[in-house]
């Protein structure tokens, strides 16, 4: 609908598998955080980064990040204030992230402070 401002409410096609609960972690002196094994299997090879809406540090694997980010962009253009929002979300993203041999990754920067 043309200039229908609405977000959609319904899950994708195919819902991706979500781990839920959350850690404490600590850094090493090279800011690197060690996972679990079972939440290394869940985010794959690569995954992103992001500040969650409450404050709070989200891992997505790589291919659940394009699904998001393919949704958002085909509401967003007419939606000001969901520009908002993503503008926000995306500016923390950060892509490209993977385990070392020992399941550590390091916590870019921005999202450390």
């Not at 085909?74 to 950060?94: D, E, T, V």
């Not at 550590?104 to 921005?110: E, I, M, T």
């Given at each position: 609908m043309e200039g229908d401002n609405s977000v959609p409410l319904s899950a994708p096609a195919e819902t991706p598998n979500?781990?839920?609960?959350?850690?404490?972690?600590?850094?090493?002196?090279?800011?690197?955080?060690?996972?679990?094994?079972s939440k290394r299997a869940f985010?794959?090879?690569?995954?992103?980064?992001?500040?969650?809406?409450?404050g709070q540090i989200v891992a997505y694997p790589k291919a659940t990040w394009d699904a998001m980010v393919s949704e958002l962009a085909r509401y967003g253009p007419n939606n000001f204030h969901l520009q908002q929002y993503?503008?926000?979300?995306?500016?923390?993203?950060?892509?490209?992230?993977?385990?070392?041999?020992q399941g550590r990754v390091v916590l870019p920067g921005r999202l450390r402070e």
């Amino acid at each position: 609908m043309e200039g229908d401002n609405s977000v959609p409410l319904s899950a994708p096609a195919e819902t991706p598998n979500f781990v839920f609960g959350n850690s404490d972690a600590s850094f090493d002196d090279k800011s690197r955080i060690l996972f679990d094994k079972s939440k290394r299997a869940f985010l794959g090879r690569d995954f992103v980064f992001v500040w969650g809406e409450l404050g709070q540090i989200v891992a997505y694997p790589k291919a659940t990040w394009d699904a998001m980010v393919s949704e958002l962009a085909r509401y967003g253009p007419n939606n000001f204030h969901l520009q908002q929002y993503i503008r926000l979300f995306f500016s923390y993203a950060q892509e490209g992230c993977n385990f070392d041999g020992q399941g550590r990754v390091v916590l870019p920067g921005r999202l450390r402070e």
